[in-house]
Antibody, heavy 119, light 107 residues
Framework: QVQLKESGPGLVQPSQTLSLTCTVSGLSLTSNSVSWIRQPPGKGLEWMGVIWSNGGTDYNSAIKSRLSISRDTSKSQVFLKMNSLQTEDTAMYFC?????????????WGQGVMVTVSS | DIQMTQSPASLSASLGETVTIECLASEDIYSNLAWYQQKPGKSPQLLIYDASSLQDGVPSRFSGSESGTQYSLEINSLQSEDAATYFCQQHHDYPFTFGSGTKLEIK
């Protein structure tokens, strides 16, 4: 069955870079797309960006200058890197399978990883 | 960016009742709307996509509809396990955006 699992540091210092990994199973990254989505505590959901099955990427313009999404298809892993972290980046970070156009909804989600930005 | 205005922010209903949650898109999203259910401490789960298509495994008491740029999620015959927060999401244009959520309490 399809599974996604996020991993990464729980605590990041302000101004530092966040690196997260999404490890997938039950699907191939060469035919499936994966998004990163985050949710601050007690708040709503924000789509951050996507890496498409062809390796192309799209980002939310609000954070595009700080964000990079990449992958290693041989390891079935998708990576998120975001620099210049601030306290408002404290959130649960999810990876999710993303449907192809026009069905860009999220049908499988990881359990999420909580990231706290604090000194 | 397309704004999704979701209402109400919270509601309380009794077992067996029917509730409706709404999302208003700031522009035409051509039925490219999904609904999710999120329980505390869990990741969101897809309920509805393309405004009215039921995701596999989701009970038929969940249904979606649309009228212009207004989208609705209806939950019939409320069960205790329906207590959750519900989000809409437009999947028409970048950036994909979500509504602010509706917290449903079962009395």
């Amino acid at each position: 069955q399809v599974q996604l699992k996020e991993s990464g540091p729980g605590l990041v210092q302000p101004s530092q870079t966040l690196s997260l990994t999404c490890t997938v199973s039950g699907l191939s990254l060469t035919s499936n797309s994966v998004s990163w989505i985050r949710q601050p505590p007690g708040k709503g959901l924000e789509w951050m960006g996507v890496i498409w099955s062809n390796g192309g990427t799209d980002y939310n313009s609000a954070i595009k200058s700080r964000l990079s999404i990449s992958r290693d298809t041989s390891k079935s892993q998708v990576f998120l890197k975001m620099n210049s972290l601030q306290t408002e980046d404290t959130a649960m970070y999810f990876c999710a399978r993303t449907g192809q156009w026009p069905g860009h909804y999220f049908d499988y989600w990881g359990q999420g990883v909580m990231v706290t930005v604090s000194s | 960016d397309i704004q999704m205005t979701q209402s109400p922010a919270s509601l309380s209903a009794s077992l067996g009742e029917t509730v409706t949650i709404e999302c208003l898109a700031s522009e035409d999203i051509y039925s490219n709307l999904a609904w999710y259910q999120q329980k505390p401490g869990k990741s969101p789960q897809l309920l509805i996509y393309d405004a009215s298509s039921l995701q596999d495994g989701v009970p038929s008491r969940f249904s979606g509809s649309e009228s212009g740029t207004q989208y609705s999620l209806e939950i019939n015959s409320l069960q205790s396990e329906d207590a959750a927060t519900y989000f809409c999401q437009q999947h028409h244009d970048y950036p994909f955006t979500f509504g602010s959520g509706t917290k449903l309490e079962i009395k």
